[in-house]
Nanobody, 124 residues
Framework: QVRLVESGGGLVQTGDSLRLSCAASGRSFEGIVMGWFRRPPGKEREFVGAINWSGGSTRYEDSVKGRFTISRDNAKNTLGLQMNSLKPEDTAVYYC?????????????????WGQGTQVTVSS
């Protein structure tokens, strides 16, 4: 079993930055792909970005490219999401997720482990 706990959400203004963290615990994380998803108000959960085991490969949803950066520290079992130039449309509950995969998968259905989510609200 893998346990994921997000932190770092909050209320910010347009153009601000925010960093989310995800602490992972449980079974071995070798080979795990980790990702960030978000659920905007009234919408389905959507892919934000993913990172492979080594951290050498990342993938992002088009609307966050150039603004968001995923990172991981395998020694500390943590995942990060640096969010810059935030926009009101980034408002959502953000989730950390993990799966065993050789590919940077983007579908929520392909992730087996989820955190409880952290709220990010960007005011205009």
């Amino acid at each position: 079993q893998v346990r994921l706990v997000e932190s770092g959400g909050g209320l910010v203004q347009t153009g601000d930055s925010l960093r989310l963290s995800c602490a992972a615990s449980g079974r071995s994380f070798e080979g795990i792909v980790m990702g960030w998803f978000r659920r905007p108000p009234g919408k389905e959960r959507e892919f934000v970005g993913a990172i492979n085991w080594s951290g050498g490969s990342t993938r992002y949803e088009d609307s966050v490219k150039g603004r968001f950066t995923i990172s991981r520290d395998n020694a500390k079992n943590t995942l990060g999401l640096q969010m810059n130039s935030l926009k009101p449309e980034d408002t959502a509950v953000y989730y950390c997720a993990a799966t065993y995969s050789t590919m940077l998968v983007t579908s929520p259905a392909q992730y087996f482990y989820w955190g409880q989510g952290t709220q990010v609200t960007v005011s205009s």
